[in-house]
């Protein structure tokens, strides 16, 4: 067929504006006709997607729900959840990494799931009494993670007998006590000559280690007094001895030993000490100055 042209302008005819408006109305229509068409073709397509994307989400919860009891369920009954390796972490120097694992001994062989950090814990601090941190973990299908910080050592140790003057009953270069008050033996202990020397006296029972030795409220009414001396007197303690079983510290200053207890309050001693210089002086007492009497400072 031969491509179509435009009539002959002698063969063309005069369009009336009747006929103009008759054609647009067609085309009008023909044009409403196909956005209807394609209208209501994307409203199905609309409904088909919903469709598709609601199945889709429906089938991929019921697979994510299969594959977690399936997961559960192999985590619960298997037996490969054991724990076969525990790795341990020691944050002190200090810490024997053979007395961890025996005990933790026992934790080999349960299920790794079902253990409570609050059991390993547990184990830990009866055998190790001066545990500071513990901080568990787990790696499926069987490795246990331990990591331990030990409490900080704050002195050195002379254990002296009761009945002599001076004598030390055990090695001054391993006995060390913590911040806790708990008396430690060791060798492996790093960084320690700047640790003051505590002497230890009047004790009913030899203390071993890892007992509580001194409570900490001793440890702190220590501390603040010496504080206390540096800061409001100017005074550097030398020595520090303490009385187990009288509850009570001698420091020694300059020579001469100030006489605390816990039994009164360390402002009221420190009260008495200030009376004591200035109404008396320092340089009148020659070994102590006691400060324990409630009424009284005595000295000789």
């Given at each position: 067929?031969k491509?179509?042209?435009r ?19 067609r085309?009008?229509?023909?044009s409403r006709r196909r956005?209807?068409k394609?209208?209501?073709f994307?409203?199905?397509l ?6 598709v ?17 399936i997961?559960?369920?192999f ?5 490969a959840?054991?724990?076969r390796?525990?790795t341990v972490?020691r ?5 024997d990494i053979e007395e961890v694992?025996?005990a ?7 299920h ?8 390993i ?11 500071d941190?513990?901080s568990?973990?787990k ?5 246990l993670?331990?990591r331990?910080?030990?409490h900080p ?7 002296e007998e ?15 006590l913590?911040?806790?008050g ?10 320690t ?5 505590f ?7 030899r203390?071993?280690p ?6 900490p409220?001793?440890?702190e009414?220590m ?9 409001q007197?100017?005074h ?6 303490i009385?187990?079983r009288a509850q ?6 300059e ?5 605390f ?7 009221e001693?420190m ?13 009148s ?8 009497v ?7």
């Amino acid at each position: 067929m031969k491509k179509p042209r435009r009539l002959p302008k002698k063969y063309a005819r005069r369009v009336s504006p009747e006929t103009k408006r008759y054609v647009k109305r067609r085309m009008e229509r023909k044009s409403r006709r196909r956005k209807e068409k394609w209208r209501r073709f994307r409203r199905r397509l609309e409904v088909t997607l919903q469709g598709v994307r609601a199945s889709a989400v429906r089938w991929t919860l019921i697979c994510l729900i299969t594959i977690g009891l399936i997961s559960f369920g192999f985590l619960l009954f298997s037996p490969a959840i054991e724990v076969r390796e525990i790795t341990v972490s020691r944050l002190s120097p200090r810490l024997d990494i053979e007395e961890v694992q025996d005990a933790l001994a026992p934790m080999f062989g349960r299920h790794l799931f079902f253990l409570s950090s609050f059991e390993i814990a547990g184990l830990l601090r009866d055998q190790i009494p001066d545990i500071d941190e513990i901080s568990i973990g787990k790696t499926y299908p069987g490795i246990l993670h331990v990591r331990i910080a030990l409490h900080p050592l704050v002195a050195r140790l002379n254990i002296e007998e009761p009945d002599s003057e001076g004598s030390t009953g055990t090695g001054s270069n391993i006995d060390f006590l913590t911040s806790q008050g708990i008396y430690m033996a060791t060798t492996s202990a790093r960084d320690t000559e700047t640790l003051p020397w505590f002497s230890i006296v009047d004790w009913g029972v030899r203390p071993d280690p890892g007992m509580l030795l001194i409570q900490p409220t001793f440890l702190e009414r220590m501390k603040a007094a010496e504080l206390t001396l540096l800061r409001q007197f100017g005074h550097e303690v030398s020595r520090r001895t303490i009385y187990l079983r009288a509850q009570e510290f001698h420091l020694l200053i300059e020579g001469k030993e100030l006489w605390f207890d816990l039994r009164n309050p360390l402002e009221e001693q420190m009260e008495r000490y200030r009376t004591f210089l200035k109404e008396i002086g320092f340089e009148s007492a020659r070994h102590y100055i006691d400060l324990r009497v409630s009424d009284r400072v005595m000295y000789q």
